[in-house]
Every structure is written in C-alpha cells, then in structure tokens.
Nanobody, 113 residues
Framework: QVQLVESGGGLVQPGGSLRLSCAASGSGFSINAMGWYRQAPGKERELVATITIGGYTSYGDSVKGRFTISRDNAKNTVYLQMNSLKPEDTAVYYC???????WGQGTQVTVSS
C-alpha cells in the first residue's frame, strides 16, 4: 500500500504552465501504473493521464499535446507538466495508484485571468 501526496497546484493565467508532483510513501510505488485525474465542480472525475512502470503513457483527449506525465521511481514521485493551460482545466487534480487503488488528497488548479 502507498500513500500519495500531491503538490504544485495554484492560480495561473490562461496560456501558463504548472507542474504537479505526487510523492508516494510506503512500499510498492515502483511496481504499479500511476495516473492523474481531475474533478471540476459539478462534474465527474475524469482521467487526465496514466503512466506504466516502463514509462508508457496515455492521455485524455482534452489534454493531449499540452500535458506530459512522467515518473521518477528512485524518488517515488510522479509528475504532471501542464502547458498552455485553459480555463476549462480548472479542477482539483488527484494522483492515483492504479495497482493499490490509493488516492491523494488532491491539489487545486485554477486557470483564470
């Protein structure tokens, strides 16, 4: 089982960038696929991106070409680089361990001028 803590959220203007981090504690991080999800007010939680143990990535259609997921197994950390941010990217972003089923507490991202 792993525990997940997200960081890096905040307020950014449209067109700006943010990098989210998800730090894992406990054993088992490096053996599972990891993902980022987001939930906007009044909407269901949706997939943003996933990354396998070997680094294979997949993305939701709304973020393809703008967001990049990566992981550093030595640091037990997964990242989400978000570029060309849009107001519709505003949401709480959650880190998820697809193997253990663990979720982080979420970090707020707000894109607004």
């Amino acid at each position: 089982q792993v525990q997940l803590v997200e960081s890096g959220g905040g307020l950014v203007q449209p067109g700006g960038s943010l990098r989210l981090s998800c730090a894992a504690s406990g054993s088992g991080f490096s053996i599972n696929a990891m993902g980022w999800y987001r939930q906007a007010p009044g909407k269901e939680r949706e997939l943003v991106a996933t990354i396998t143990i070997g680094g294979y990535t997949s993305y939701g259609d709304s973020v393809k070409g703008r967001f990049t997921i990566s992981r550093d197994n030595a640091k037990n950390t997964v990242y989400l680089q978000m570029n060309s941010l849009k107001p519709e990217d505003t949401a709480v972003y959650y880190c998820h361990d697809l193997g253990w089923g663990s979720w982080g507490q979420g970090t707020q991202v707000t894109v607004s001028s």
